[in-house]
């Protein structure tokens, strides 16, 4: 199991804290913190699916988490909230996941999606400040549903131990 | 009734699905003796006379492509980083489309929209939410005008009413999920046309590698 921890939030203790916990369980955890890195916004391009697919036509830092989710099982989004909601910057990174699935369509558990480019990702978001736990949930359901894999569910950082691992 | 419409899309405007709908939209709304002025996110020069827009009027309509399950990050950007506080009162409606076709998709954008209003200091003015637009932009005239005339529908319908709070827009997200049989006419019909429809446009795009490659 491969677990990918993306840092978008400024205080990277907690995404640390999620990595050791995960890596004591004895799982591959790489953090990466992207709030050194130039990553910028999907614009929608959809070179990834019809032009180049599988490549995003951003030449960005973006490019070195692509590489690595594609062989990844787990993704956690460590973000800061804004509205209740994951704020830009964690958005922002998960925006630019879609090289992950390719342009073809199929049902899957009743609804339309993308097949998947590489396997199954489940989907897993630790966050700080006033997220609405209900929103996140759903959301971190959703994503992870589109990406063909479960959701490891949505914690607020105070919460961070009750974070289940090898799910 | 002056309206303000803002593209949260970061799709270049000319390519963007959400400045059809808006178009489509406003021919509606005009119709009926309503104005509008449009504001389009994917071009940055643009922020600042949006923020403004924004802050002054008292009817506003955001209108946004669904992007893995809720707003663009690039919208985010913009809403956080307004750079005042309202004081005047305003409703903010939003019209949220999508492409994949079932409303259960938008379910969670809408929940997102919901909860937004009251934070910017504005009131809800409704979501109208509707799927199955992906092909807006690689569609022929006649299919394209076919997706964008209801959303001409609804720009009258805002027009008299000023929100999309009505029954007749709750019913415009079409159907919450596809019965068996028709996800297997889908997929019969995505099989025969919709994938060598992608395949097409793939080559004109200048594709030159198979579409489910494995780059990495
Ligand atoms: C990065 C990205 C994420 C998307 N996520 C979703 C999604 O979660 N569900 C969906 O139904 N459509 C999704 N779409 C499709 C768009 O919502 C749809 O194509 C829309 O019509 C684009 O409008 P625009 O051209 O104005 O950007 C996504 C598109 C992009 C580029």
Redesign the pocket.
Known sequence: MKTIILNTADNIRPAEALQAQIAAKGEDAELIDTTTMDIRH?M?C?HCFLKTPGVCAIKDDYKQILKKLAHSDSLWLVSGTRFGFLDYKGKRVM??I?PMLNMDLCFRDGEMRHTLRYGTLNVGVVYSGEGNQQLLDFWCYRSSA?LGGHSLGAYSVNKIKEVKVCM | MHVVII?G???AKK?????KIIQSFAKGLQSEGSTCEVYTLSNRSEWEAAWAAFMTHDKIIIAL?????CA?SLLLEFLATLPTERRKPATLSFIL????AEGC??RCGEAFLKSLPAQLGCTFGGCLLR?N??G??IAKEGERNKILKPYADMGRSFAQKGNFLSPEAARFVGLETFPLVLRKFIMLSYKVVGHRKFSRTATEWGCIRPLDDRPY
Do not use: A
Not at chain 2, 15 to 19: A, E, K, Q, R
């Open positions: 999907c929608g959809n925006d630019r879609l589109n | 593209n899309s970061p799709r390519f963007s699905n959400t400045d492509p669904l992007y893995v399950e663009p489309q999508s492409g994949f998709q938008l799927g637009n992906f807006i932009r």
